[in-house]
C-alpha cells in the first residue's frame, strides 16, 4: 500500500485523478474551481506527465459553454478529458451535458458545488447547480471530505472509462474545495493497474476518423428518437456495478473501503438520515454522540446520486428504520420535495411503504451545519407527527418551516488543539495559515484541518481562519466554538461589535495586534464589552504591534509571517525554533520573485516577532468594566451591551439599516429572520456610507499652502473618501480651528474658500491621492490614522453640517466641474488602489441621477452590490443610479433589453403626450372608438377627435384639439421639443408633472382628461431622460459576453457599454483573457501570453456607427471625461474601453502608484488612446482622433513594474525578451496604423 500523508486542499486532492486519467483539461475560470484547474496546469508546466506519458494539455475557452464544446469536442475525437467549474458555468455546460451523455463518452467533470444566482448572487457553496444537471444523464458522485476527493476522483475517472458513460465528481465549494486537511496520498502509480486499458483502447477507436468514418449528432424522427433514447438503459443499469467493482479495487490499494451508500449508527436504528457530501461528516458525529448515549439513529451517506441505485439504498438502510430523513442542500421552488428526497421517498416507499420518509432543507450558501441542527432534525424524527417538509440552520418567522435547534454540540473524537484567527483580506492571514497547516502536518506528523471564512471582497475584507490540530485523521466540517488559541489581526475589529471571544475557551489564549501595550491604553481603546469577555474568559492576554514592526522592515500590510510566528511561539503545536525555520524556507520559496530584499526583511520581521509580544496582566476590574456614561445597571453580573456610539452608527436609522445592515455588519446575519428581508432581495442603496470601516493605517493629510485646486485626488480616489469642499464665508462660521482652507481659485467660485476633506473613518489609505498628487512638494502626504482621525472627523462633520454642495457653478466638462458633483459611488468594498471604481464613480458624477447601470458579474458587481453595503448612493432629491445584475455572460443584453424597456416607455410616454396636446400619432397606435360619435366628442373644446384605449379604460384624444389648459399645453409641447436633451427634459417634465396635477385636481372624476392626465402621470418617472449604461470587466467584454456584445452595438440602439479592462479575470484571481497583453504570466499563462490581446475597440469601429474611445485616467482625464461625455451623447451605441490597473497586475510599488504606472503604460505605447465618434463623419469631419503620441522608449521599465512580466524576466530571460521585443513591435504597428487610420477617414478637401 504506496501512501504518504500531506496536507491538501479538496481540489488539489481531486486534480490529481483527473490529471492522470486525461489528455485535455479545458477550462474556465469561476469561484471556487479556478484553483483545481490552476494546479492542473501548474502540473502540465512543469513537465509532469500523465498515464498516457505526456503533460495534460490545459486550454482556456472563452466561457463555459466553450469549454463544454471543447470537451465534447476532445472525447469525440478520441481524447480522455476533464473541466472543473460551478455554478453558473456548470449552467452553460448543460446543453453539451446531455450531448456527452447520449454519444456515451466518458468525460468527467469536477464541480465545486456552489449556489445559483437567483434573487441574489452567492459564491458560497450548495447543492442548486448540481441538481440542475441531474437530468443530462451524467453519473454524479460526492465526496464528503478531502480524503474522499483523491479517493472518488479516481474512482470517477476510472468508472468513466470502464462504464463509456461521463461523470460528475462533486463536493462542496469552500467547505471541502478549499479546506486543507491531512490525507493518505495514493502513488498515482499504484491506481495504474486498475485502468481498463482495453475500454481506452476501445474509446480512443470510436473517436472521429476518416479512416473509419461515422456520422453522429443525427436529426431523427418521431419514428425512432424514443427507441434510439431507450437504447443506452442497459449501460445505465450496469454503471453502479462499475462503480462499486472500482470501488472495492480502490481499496485494494489504499485500503479505504466505499460503497453506494454507506451506513454508519445503529443496527436497530429507527431514525435515520440520508445525505450526501460534506454534511455527512457533520451528522456522522452527531450520531456517533447519540449512539453512545443510547439512541438508535443511524446515517446513509450518499455516494453515488446518479444512477440512483434503490437496490443499494435499501440494502444499506437498517431494517428497523421507522422514520427517514432526506437532506437536501438545494432548494426547487413549487416543487412537491427537493431531488434527494424524492428519490430516497420513490426508493422507499416502493418496497418499505410502512417507513415514513421526510425532507429538509440545509445549508443554502454555505450556511454552517452544525451537529446540533443535525440533532434537531433527529429530535423532530422522534416527533409522533414529525414535520414533513422543513429547514434548518434558520429562523423561518413567514411559513414557519424551519426547526428549532438546540444548544449541544458532541465532544471531540480526540483531544485537538484549536486556533481561530480573525484577519483583514490581503494581511496575508488565510495564506500563512493554510502555510501553517502544511508546516504542522508534514514536519510535525500531526493531522490538520483548516478552513477559512471570508466574505465576497478581493482584499480589504474580514476573514475568519479556522485550524484544528489532532493525532489523527479531523472530521469536524464545523466551525470552531471552543479555541485554545484565538488572534485578532486588526485592531479595528474590537470596536465593530464582533463576539470574537465567544469562540475562546476558558482560560485561552487571546492575541491582539494593535499598537496599545498598556492596561492604560487598552482601557481607553478596548470597549467594555470586550474586556469583559476576556476577564470572564480568564484569557491569556498578549498583545503585539505587528502593524509597526511591517513597516519598519518595509513591508507595507503583510503581517503574516509575524503573526504566524506568534501563533507558533504561543501554541506549541511543534518544535518553535523548526517552525521558525520552515517559515522562513518557505518566504524565500514563496518570494524569491520579488528578490532577496523582500525574502531578508519577512525573513527579519520573522526573528523579531516573538520579542515583539507583550503580555498584558489586566485587572480584575475587567469583570465590571463599563463605557463612560453607562449605567451601572447595564452592566450587572457582567452582562448588557455598550451604549457608546458604535463605529458608523447614524441618528435616525431606517428600518433596513437597523434590521439588516446593523445585524449583517456585526456578523450576526445567522440570527435574522426570514421576514427581515424582501423576497425579491431588492435592497435600498447608500447603505456604504453607515459602514465606517475605519481600515486604514495611514490616510492623506492636506496641506493647504502647497495645493494648486487640480481636483484630482478627488477623482482618482477608488473610494470617494477625499473630496473637495467650496464654502461661503457664511458657511465657515464656526469652523473647527483645524478646518484649514484657501481661496478657491476657479473664476465661478470667485469669493469662496477651498478645501479637500479626508473622510477618515471611509479611506482606506491607499495612496494613490498621495502619489498622484501634482503639487511641488506635495499637499496630500499620508500620515497615521491615529494622528489624524479625531480632528479629521470633527472637520467632516462641520463639512456635512455646514456647507453645501456648489454642483451647479462648474461644468462637467473638467475634473472641477465632475468633482464638485457629489460622487454616486462611495465607500465601495473595492481593494485598495483599485483602478475600476474611479471610472464609474465619474460615470455616476456626469449622469448619475439618470443612470441605469446594467452590471456583469465580476470585481464591479461585487464592490458593487456586496451585502448588506450598497456604495451606489443618491442625491438630496432621492435620485440616483438604478444598478442590476443579471448573469456574467448576458450582462450587453441585459443592458439592452434594459435600453429598450425604457425605450417602449418613453415612447408610450411621448404618445400620451402628444394626444394631450392635440398631434396626431403614427397611425400604426392609432385606434378608432367604435362606441359612437358622442365617445368621440373632443374634451376640451367639445370638437370632434379620434380615441385610443388607455390603462385606465378611459378614451384619450389622439390628435385635435389639446386636452388641457393652454398653459400646460405649452409645458408639455416644450417637453416633447427638448425630450432628448437631459437636463431640459426633467425640469420641463417635472413643471409639467405639477400642472398635470393641478389639472386633474379641478377636473370631474368621469372626465376622459383627467383619466388622460392620471395616465400620464403614472408615466411621470419617464420625462426624464434615462441614461443606460452596460457595465463590466474584459472577462465579460472580450471573452464570455463577446457574443452578445457584439450583437447589442450592432443593433444601432441607443446604448453604452464601459468596459472596466484589468487584462485579466480578476475577480477569480487574475487568470487570462483575451485582453491580457503579450508576455504577461497569469492564471493558464504561465510561460507568457504567446500572442497579442483582443484590439476590440478597433474591431468595434468596423461598424462606422458605434461610438467607441480607449481612454487611461491616470494617463489623460480630461480625454476619459470627454470620452464618457460623447459616449453618453450619440444617439446609437457607444462603448469606452477603460484600462484599469489592478492588483493582480503585482505592481511593484504597490497600487498607490498605480496611475503612475498607467501613464507610462501609455507614454509607452502599451495602451493607445483614441476616440471614434460617427457623429463627426455625419458632419463630414475626421471622426478618429488619436489622443497619445508615438510610443517612448520605456516599455522594459513599463513591464519591469509588474510581476506579470518581470516573473517571466526572472524566471526564463531568454522567453521574455522574445514576448517583449514582439509587443514592442506590435505596439509600434498599432501606432502606425491608428495614425493611417486616422488619415483614411480625413474628408477629401475641396
Not at 416507499?349 to 450556511?367: D, H
Not at 420625462?1023 to 470587466?1033: E, I, M, R, Y
Amino acid at each position: 500500500m504506496s501512501t504518504q500523508r500531506r496536507a491538501v486542499t479538496g481540489m488539489e486532492a481531486a486534480a490529481s485523478a483527473a490529471y492522470a486519467l486525461s489528455d485535455v483539461a479545458a477550462i474556465f475560470p469561476i469561484t471556487p474551481a479556478s484553483h483545481m484547474a490552476e494546479k492542473v496546469e501548474s502540473w502540465a508546466a512543469a513537465g509532469r506527465e500523465n498515464f498516457f506519458e505526456h503533460p495534460v494539455v490545459v486550454k482556456e475557452m472563452q466561457s463555459e459553454k466553450g469549454v463544454a464544446g471543447t470537451l465534447h469536442g476532445c472525447l469525440a475525437g478520441g481524447a480522455l478529458a476533464t473541466t472543473m467549474t460551478a455554478s453558473q458555468g456548470l449552467m452553460l455546460m448543460i446543453p453539451n451535458m446531455y450531448k456527452i451523455s447520449g454519444e456515451m463518452l466518458p468525460g468527467v467533470f469536477h464541480i465545486t458545488t456552489r449556489s445559483l444566482a437567483a434573487h441574489a448572487l452567492s459564491i458560497f457553496g450548495d447543492h442548486q447547480d448540481l441538481m440542475a444537471v441531474r437530468a443530462t444523464g451524467v453519473a454524479m458522485l460526492g465526496s464528503a471530505s478531502v480524503q474522499e476527493c483523491q479517493d472518488l476522483s479516481w474512482v470517477a475517472h476510472l468508472s468513466a472509462i470502464e462504464g463509456s458513460l461521463p461523470f460528475v465528481h462533486f463536493f462542496d465549494g469552500f467547505r471541502t474545495s478549499d479546506e486543507v486537511q491531512t490525507i493518505d496520498v495514493i502513488n498515482p502509480e499504484t491506481m495504474r493497474p486498475l485502468v481498463n486499458w482495453q475500454a481506452v483502447s476501445a474509446f480512443r477507436h470510436r473517436a472521429m476518423d476518416p479512416e473509419h468514418p461515422a456520422i453522429r449528432g443525427t436529426a431523427q424522427n418521431p419514428d425512432i428518437y424514443f427507441q434510439n433514447r431507450e437504447a443506452p438503459n442497459a449501460a445505465y443499469d450496469a454503471l453502479p456495478g462499475i462503480v462499486q467493482k472500482t470501488m472495492d479495487a480502490l481499496a485494494g490499494v489504499c485500503g479505504r473501503q466505499y460503497h453506494l451508500f454507506d451506513y454508519v449508527g445503529a443496527a436497530d436504528a429507527e431514525r435515520v438520515i440520508v445525505t450526501m457530501a460534506s454534511s455527512c461528516e457533520t451528522v456522522e458525529a452527531t450520531v456517533r454522540a447519540l449512539v453512545d448515549a443510547g439512541e438508535k439513529v443511524g446515517l446513509v451517506k450518499v455516494r453515488l446520486y446518479r444512477p440512483f441505485s434503490a437496490e443499494h439504498l435499501l440494502a444499506a438502510l437498517p431494517a428497523t428504520a421507522r422514520v427517514v430523513c432526506a437532506l437536501d442542500r438545494t432548494k426547487e421552488p413549487g416543487s412537491l420535495g427537493e431531488p434527494l428526497f424524492l428519490d430516497v421517498q420513490a426508493a422507499v416507499a416502493a418496497v418499505r411503504p410502512n417507513v415514513r420518509v421526510i425532507g429538509g432543507r440545509y445549508g443554502l450558501s454555505s450556511k454552517e451545519f452544525t451537529p446540533a441542527q443535525a440533532k434537531a432534525v433527529f429530535d423532530t424524527m422522534a416527533a409522533p407527527e414529525p414535520k414533513t417538509r422543513f429547514t434548518v440552520g434558520i429562523n423561518d418567522d413567514v411559513t414557519h418551516l424551519s426547526l428549532p435547534v438546540p444548544a449541544w454540540e458532541p465532544a471531540p473524537s480526540q483531544p485537538l488543539t484549536q486556533a481561530v484567527f480573525y484577519g483583514f483580506g490581503s494581511d496575508g492571514t488565510v495564506s500563512a495559515n493554510k502555510v501553517a497547516a502544511r508546516i504542522v502536518s508534514d514536519a510535525a506528523g500531526k493531522f490538520v484541518q483548516e478552513y477559512s471564512w471570508f466574505d465576497s471582497k478581493k482584499s480589504g475584507g474580514l476573514t475568519i481562519s479556522y485550524m484544528r490540530f489532532g493525532e489523527a485523521p479531523v472530521h469536524e466540517p464545523w466551525l470552531i466554538t471552543s479555541a485554545d488559541y484565538l488572534a485578532c489581526h486588526k485592531d479595528i475589529y474590537v470596536k465593530r461589535g464582533y463576539d470574537m471571544l465567544d469562540r475562546l475557551r476558558d482560560g485561552g489564549t487571546f492575541v491582539l495586534n494593535a499598537p496599545w501595550a498598556s492596561v492604560h491604553e487598552l482601557d481607553a481603546a478596548l470597549p467594555a464589552k470586550l474586556r469583559r469577555a476576556i476577564a470572564a474568559k480568564h484569557a491569556d492576554f498578549y498583545v503585539i504591534d505587528a502593524a509597526k514592526l511591517a513597516a519598519d522592515e518595509g513591508l507595507g500590510p503583510r503581517i503574516n509571517m509575524i503573526m504566524q510566528t506568534v501563533f507558533f511561539r504561543l501554541t506549541r503545536v511543534m518544535d518553535f525554533d523548526e517552525a521558525v525555520q520552515l517559515l522562513k524556507e518557505n518566504v524565500a520559496t514563496v518570494y524569491a520573485s520579488k528578490g532577496a530584499d523582500v525574502v531578508a526583511r519577512d525573513q527579519q520581521a520573522i526573528d523579531k516577532a516573538a520579542d515583539a509580544l507583550v503580555r498584558i496582566g489586566y485587572p480584575k476590574s475587567w469583570e465590571h468594566a463599563r463605557d463612560d456614561g453607562a449605567a451601572p445597571s447595564d452592566y450587572a453580573a457582567g452582562t448588557g451591551t455598550a451604549p457608546a456610539v458604535r463605529l458608523g452608527s447614524v441618528p435616525g436609522e431606517d428600518a433596513f439599516i437597523k434590521n439588516v445592515f446593523r445585524p449583517l455588519d456585526e456578523l450576526r446575519g445567522d440570527e435574522l429572520p426570514v421576514s427581515a428581508l424582501a423576497p425579491d432581495g431588492i435592497v435600498p442603496p447608500g447603505s456604504a456610507a453607515c459602514e465606517k470601516r475605519c481600515v486604514a493605517y495611514e490616510i492623506p493629510a492636506w496641506d493647504a499652502t502647497k495645493c494648486v485646486e487640480c481636483y484630482e485626488c478627488s477623482l482618482v480616489c477608488p473610494h470617494a473618501a477625499i473630496r473637495p469642499y467650496v464654502a461661503t464665508a457664511d458657511e465657515l462660521a464656526g469652523a473647527p480651528t483645524a478646518f484649514a482652507t484657501k481661496p478657491a481659485r476657479l473664476p465661478q467660485l470667485a469669493g469662496m474658500a477651498f478645501r479637500i476633506q479626508v473622510y477618515p473613518e471611509d479611506c482606506v489609505g491607499c495612496g494613490s491621492c498621495a502619489d498622484n498628487c501634482p503639487a511641488p512638494g506635495k499637499a496630500l502626504t499620508m500620515q497615521p490614522l491615529a494622528s489624524q482621525l479625531a480632528t479629521q472627523k470633527e472637520n467632516l462633520a462641520f463639512a456635512q453640517a455646514n456647507i453645501a454642495l456648489k454642483d451647479d457653478r462648474v461644468p462637467t466638462d473638467s475634473v472641477p466641474g465632475t468633482q464638485l458633483q457629489k460622487p454616486l459611488l462611495e465607500f465601495s468594498g473595492c481593494c485598495g488602489g483599485c483602478g475600476e471604481t474611479p471610472y464609474v464613480k465619474l460615470l455616476t458624477q456626469l449622469f448619475g441621477d439618470r443612470l441605469i447601470i446594467a452590471n456583469a458579474t465580476g470585481c464591479s458587481s461585487i464592490w458593487g452590490a456586496y451585502m448588506p453595503s450598497m456604495p451606489y448612493t443618491v442625491k438630496p432629491n432621492g435620485h440616483g443610479p438604478a444598478w442590476g445584475n443579471s448573469l456574467f455572460e448576458d450582462n450587453g443584453e441585459f443592458g439592452y433589453g434594459i435600453a429598450k424597456a425604457v425605450k417602449v416607455r418613453r415612447r408610450h410616454l411621448t404618445d400620451l403626450v402628444k394626444r394631450a396636446v392635440g398631434e396626431e400619432i403614427p397611425s400604426a397606435t392609432t385606434f378608432v372608438d367604435p362606441v359612437g360619435e358622442d365617445a368621440q366628442q373632443g374634451i376640451a373644446g367639445g370638437a370632434p377627435a379620434q380615441t385610443a384605449p388607455s390603462a385606465s379604460g378611459a378614451g384619450t384624444p389622439t390628435g385635435g384639439t389639446p386636452a388641457f389648459s393652454p398653459t400646460t399645453t405649452a409645458l408639455l409641447r416644450d417637453w416633447l421639443a427638448a425630450a432628448d436633451d437631459a437636463d431640459a427634459a426633467y425640469d420641463l417634465g417635472q413643471a409639467a408633472q405639477r400642472a398635470l396635477q393641478a389639472e386633474r385636481e379641478r377636473l370631474a372624476e368621469s372626465d376622459p382628461a383627467r383619466a388622460l392626465a392620471d395616465e400620464i402621470l403614472d408615466y411621470g418617472e419617464m420625462f426624464g431622460k434615462k441614461s443606460v449604461w452596460a457595465v463590466g470587466g474584459d472577462g465579460w467584454a472580450y471573452d464570455i459576453g463577446f457574443g452578445g456584445l457584439d450583437e447589442v452595438l450592432a443593433s444601432g440602439e441607443n446604448i453604452n457599454v464601459l468596459v472596466l479592462d484589468t487584462e485579466g479575470y480578476s475577480n477569480t484571481g487574475g487568470e487570462m483573457s483575451k485582453a491580457t497583453e503579450l508576455g504577461s504570466v497569469s492564471g493558464f499563462t504561465l510561460d507568457g501570453k504567446p500572442t497579442p490581446r483582443k484590439d476590440l475597440g478597433r474591431m468595434m469601429m468596423q461598424y462606422d456607427y458605434v461610438y467607441v474611445a480607449q481612454v487611461c485616467l491616470g494617463a489623460d482625464m480630461e480625454q476619459t471625461i470627454r470620452a464618457l461625455r460623447e459616449a453618453e451623447a450619440y444617439d446609437g451605441p457607444s462603448i469606452v474601453i477603460a484600462l484599469c490597473p489592478c492588483i493582480s497586475w503585482g505592481i511593484k510599488g504597490g497600487m498607490s502608484t498605480n496611475l503612475r504606472v498607467a501613464r507610462e503604460g501609455v507614454h509607452a505605447g502599451y495602451w493607445p488612446l483614441f476616440r471614434f465618434n460617427p457623429m463627426l463623419a455625419a458632419a463630414g469631419k475626421d471622426p478618429l482622433a488619436v489622443d497619445y503620441q508615438a510610443p517612448d522608449d520605456g516599455l522594459d521599465d513599463f513591464l519591469a513594474k509588474q510581476d506579470r512580466f518581470a516573473s517571466l524576466l526572472a524566471r526564463d530571460p531568454a522567453r521574455a525578451r522574445t514576448l517583449h521585443s514582439e509587443l514592442s513591435k506590435d505596439l509600434a504597428r498599432e501606432y502606425t496604423e491608428l495614425e493611417r487610420e486616422v488619415k483614411v477617414y480625413e474628408p477629401e478637401s475641396n
